[in-house]
């Protein structure tokens, strides 16, 4: 009998992904990953409108493959990560959209028995409930862990990259949004995810939000908008978004001072802290907002999760004190809707050589554990169930970016990262062995 547990995906279910303005996908992660570790190279159709693209034969298709447990070329990514032991975004996905956390242990139980009525119920009328709208690559930066498929900055560089005889493919900037709007598409939806290039800097996200707010359906809605904190949000921005049920902003900040310098080329900073402070205030100010650290784990930022996490914790304490008073680090980190914490850590898989494992895992082993000690002794009150729940929670976090750091690489993916960054700094005018010398000293030691 085949084995659902391995292939079900809620996603296939009530999910859309736009892609570039015109195309569709599953999710943000579907896709094969082609010879030149270019995770987008996979067949997908054009979006008319995203009713016609759910209830379509290819999404018929990948729900019968799901419950029938048929493995989905387009999922390799997540069954790479289950079989290394990590939590994949079909994991993930399966446990968040179920109704509540009490909810999902008890239907993995019935799952472990074979009982999937809970799942049957659910698919006999599939709804679209969640859409991800990735508008095009437009990008007012270009991170080093980036490129021109998700950046209109990326494009100069990667074609020099690629004329240096390092496989990069090009992508020309592309602001197009070539989908109808629709008020049916919106009558279920529940959760709408923008994710970038930069969203709220695109050309088309007014227009996008305008019509959903037409639609009526707003208030029904809750947002999650990915932003690398480059600018200050905008009065016309917020007066919009907080006509919705419920907006979280994603905060993509890698690393604090020459670390986010250096790998977030042409950001500052002084910027970026500033922006994160602003978004922090406006939640104070409307319950709608909801604030989320959401950094991307890489090779550059895996010997700095200490000291940005510890940057998080501070501020978010900073800018509630101002507002309330005496806070605590539990409520400071709790997110109340949600049950859970503001933090959450993505990570590198492509391309190879950017992934956090390519830095020397013994050095952070140790670091990692000295500060969840340090967590200990500065927040941790016993007996207090919230402080307990976000503590836990929070070294759980940390100590995931530990497994991440301790897979081990192929050598030529660090022979790679040094390539890369011979040619990058080169066209960028910087010098990664001054910028980020214990980096960089460190990767030479181990090549």
């Given at each position: 009998m085949a084995d659902r547990s391995k292939t079900y995906c809620r996603y296939f279910f009530n999910h859309v992904a736009l892609y570039n303005g015109r195309l569709s996908n599953p999710c943000c992660r579907y896709g094969k990953i082609s010879e030149d570790q270019n995770p987008t190279a996979f067949p997908k159709q054009p979006l008319k409108t995203f009713s016609e693209t759910f209830y379509s034969d290819t999404w018929k298709e990948l729900r019968r493959k799901s419950m029938a447990g048929e493995y989905e070329d387009g999922c390799s990514k997540c069954y790479e990560e289950e079989k290394k032991g990590i939590r994949s975004l079909r994991e993930i996905a399966n446990e968040m959209m179920s109704k509540d956390k009490m909810d999902v242990r008890t239907i993995m139980k019935?799952?472990?028995?074979?009982?999937?009525?809970?799942?049957?119920?659910?698919?006999?009328?599939?709804?679209?409930?969640?859409?991800?709208?990735?508008?095009?690559?437009?990008?007012?930066?270009?991170?080093?862990?980036?490129?021109?498929?998700?950046?209109?900055?990326?494009?100069k560089d990667d074609r020099r990259l690629s004329h240096s005889g390092f496989e990069r493919k090009v992508y020309e900037p592309d602001t197009e949004l070539q989908i109808e709007y629709k008020k049916e598409d919106y009558e279920n939806v529940e959760r709408i995810k923008f994710v970038g290039g930069e969203p709220m800097l695109h050309p088309k996200f007014t227009s996008v939000i305008d019509f959903i707010i037409e639609t009526g359906y707003a208030k029904n809605i809750s947002l999650q908008i990915f932003t690398n904190a480059s600018w200050i949000p905008k009065e016309k921005i917020v007066n919009r978004l907080k006509q919705f049920k419920k907006v979280r902003i994603s905060l993509s900040i890698d690393g604090t001072e020459k670390v986010n310098d250096y790998t977030r080329h042409l950001s500052s900073w002084e910027t970026v802290n500033a922006t994160a402070r602003e978004w922090l205030k406006l939640s104070m100010q409307?319950?709608?907002?909801?604030?989320?650290?959401?950094?991307?784990?890489?090779?550059?930022?895996?010997?700095?999760?200490?000291e940005m996490t510890q940057w998080w914790i501070e501020t978010c304490m900073e800018i509630r004190l101002n507002k309330r008073g005496n806070i605590s680090f539990e409520d400071a980190l709790y997110l109340e809707d949600d049950g859970d914490i503001n933090i959450y850590f993505n990570n590198v898989n492509y391309p190879k050589y950017l992934a956090p494992n390519i830095y020397p895992s013994h050095v952070e082993d140790y670091n990692i554990e000295e500060y969840c000690k340090e967590l200990n002794e500065r927040y941790y009150k016993a007996g207090r169930d919230r402080n307990m729940f976000v503590m836990r929670e929070l070294k759980s976090m940390i100590r995931k970016g530990k497994e991440l750091i301790n897979s081990k690489p192929e050598r030529k993916d660090k022979i790679d990262f040094k390539k890369y960054h011979v040619l990058l700094d080169g066209i960028r005018n910087k010098d990664i062995s001054k910028s980020l010398p214990d980096l960089w000293e460190k990767i030479n030691e181990n090549t």
């Open positions: 019935d799952k472990e028995k074979g009982d999937w009525s809970d799942v049957l119920n659910f698919i006999e009328t599939p709804k679209l409930t969640y859409i991800e709208m990735n508008l095009g690559n437009y990008c007012n930066l270009a991170c080093n862990i980036c490129s021109s498929s998700l950046s209109t900055k990326w494009e409307y319950d709608c907002f909801q604030i989320k650290w959401e950094p991307t784990l890489s090779v550059y930022n895996a010997n700095h999760i200490p």
